[in-house]
């Protein structure tokens, strides 16, 4: 009942940013409490890039503080993250994560959008 939809992943070259950006949708949608990114590297475990709580508190990896920027809008269900000075170590699919109440509470993952750096 309830979907994420994200966007913005492509390719850049080494510095360069982006911004990826995700939304809840669906029926019998209610509330939206923490929001957040993974990311998983071909090989590698998923790891949590950075979060967002409903109070606006945030998380992140130590491998991105400095250049990664998790915000929401609350009134759009929408999650983002603004990611600078792009590493090619940041290369893999990035999925959005939300914490969601519709008659109960759940965990909702986005399909995921990649992200590749390379010069």
């Known amino acids: 009942q309830v979907q994420l939809v994200e966007s913005g992943g492509g390719l850049v070259q080494p510095g360069e940013s982006l911004r990826l950006s995700c939304t809840a949708s669906?029926?019998?949608?209610?509330?939206?409490?923490?929001m957040g990114w993974y990311r998983q590297a071909p090989g590698k475990q998923r790891e949590e890039v950075a979060i967002?709580?409903?109070?606006?508190?945030?998380n992140y990896a130590d491998a991105v503080k400095g250049r990664f920027t998790i915000s929401r809008d609350n009134a759009k269900n929408t999650v983002y993250l603004q990611m600078n000075s792009l590493k090619p170590e940041d290369t893999a699919v990035y999925c959005c994560?939300?914490?969601?109440?519709?008659?109960?509470?759940?965990?909702?993952w986005g399909q995921g959008t990649q992200v590749t750096v390379s010069a």
């Open positions: 669906g029926r019998n949608f209610f509330a939206v409490y923490t």
């Open positions: 967002v709580t409903t109070g606006g508190s945030t």
């Open positions: 994560y939300a914490q969601i109440r519709t008659k109960a509470v759940f965990d909702s």
